[in-house]
């Protein structure tokens, strides 16, 4: 596969994820990668 191809797979997030993304991340306020796992749970 291409790096232009790759490339743009990753910038493909939806607003709607990048909300809930921020959400958990306002609501928790993790500080580790252990709390962003308890945060998904």
Same mark, same amino acid.
Request: aromatic letters at 2%.
């Given at each position: 596969? %291409?790096n232009a191809?790759m /490339?743009?797979r990753k910038? @493909?997030?939806?607003e /709607? %994820? @990048?909300a *809930? /993304?921020q959400?958990? *991340? $306002? ?7 252990e $709390?962003?796992? $308890?945060a998904?749970?």
């Amino acid at each position: 596969m %291409s790096n232009a191809l790759m /490339a743009s797979r990753k910038n @493909k997030r939806s607003e /709607a %994820s @990048k909300a *809930i /993304a921020q959400a958990v *991340i $306002d609501h928790y306020q993790p500080t580790c990668t252990e $709390d962003v796992q $308890d945060a998904m749970h």
